[in-house]
């Protein structure tokens, strides 16, 4: 069973940096896609950004050039680097995992990622 416990969520001014992490437990890191959602008060949760067991990434255009995420295969943690926060990249993160064979990002479904943390709170303030 895949465990995901997310971290690093503050409180930030606008224009700052935070680095989320996810420690992952219980599977093979080169079999999964991870990805980063989040969903922000009264929206719908939304995909950011995915990374696949080659390091191969991918953003959403509201994140991209700001955000950056990475992966420490050694110690099964997912990094997501925020920098140049806005107020509206206030929201709970979440980490995800989907098997795929070859740890290829197949989807960006967020109903095709069995695997979630709880999420991590992030607010930004203008």
């Known amino acids: 069973q895949v465990h995901l416990v997310e971290s690093g969520g503050a409180s930030v001014q606008a224009g700052g940096s935070l680095r989320l992490s996810c420690a992952a437990s219980g599977y093979t890191s080169g079999s999964y896609c991870m990805g980063w959602f989040r969903q922000a008060p009264g929206k719908e949760r939304e995909a950011i950004s995915f990374?696949?067991?080659?390091?191969?990434?991918s953003y959403a255009d509201s994140v991209k050039g700001r955000f950056n995420i990475s992966q420490d295969k050694d110690k099964n943690t997912l990094y997501l680097q925020m920098n140049s926060v806005k107020p509206e990249d206030t929201a709970m993160y979440y980490c995800?995992?989907?098997?795929?064979?070859?740890?290829?990002?197949?989807?960006?479904?967020?109903?095709?990622?069995?695997?979630w943390g709880k999420g991590t709170s992030v607010t930004v303030s203008s």
């Open positions: 990374i696949d067991s080659q390091g191969v990434n």
């Open positions: 995800a995992a989907l098997w795929s064979d070859g740890g290829y990002c197949l989807s960006n479904d967020m109903e095709d990622f069995k695997y």
